[in-house]
């Protein structure tokens, strides 16, 4: 991808044991790295989406 984008895998299972994963594009910005999730997903109509901050 280049020095300031990258992606990352997550894997995990259910309660039931069923095994999920998801693909996180991360993108480096100044001294840390930031992800981006569930940007191809929009929010159903009439939901607001949710708020983030810096920690």
């Given amino acids: 991808m280049g020095p300031d984008v990258a992606s990352a895998k997550l894997t ?4 039931a ?4 994963h998801e693909t996180f594009t991360v993108l ?5 790295w930031h992800v ?9 109509p009439g939901k607001q989406p949710a708020s983030t901050s810096h920690l």
């Fill in 28 to 32: 480096r910005a100044g001294d840390g």
């Fill in 17 to 20: 044991g069923v095994p999920m």
């Fill in 36 to 44: 981006i999730a569930f940007a191809d997903r929009p929010a159903p």
């Fill in 12 to 15: 995990a299972e259910d309660g």
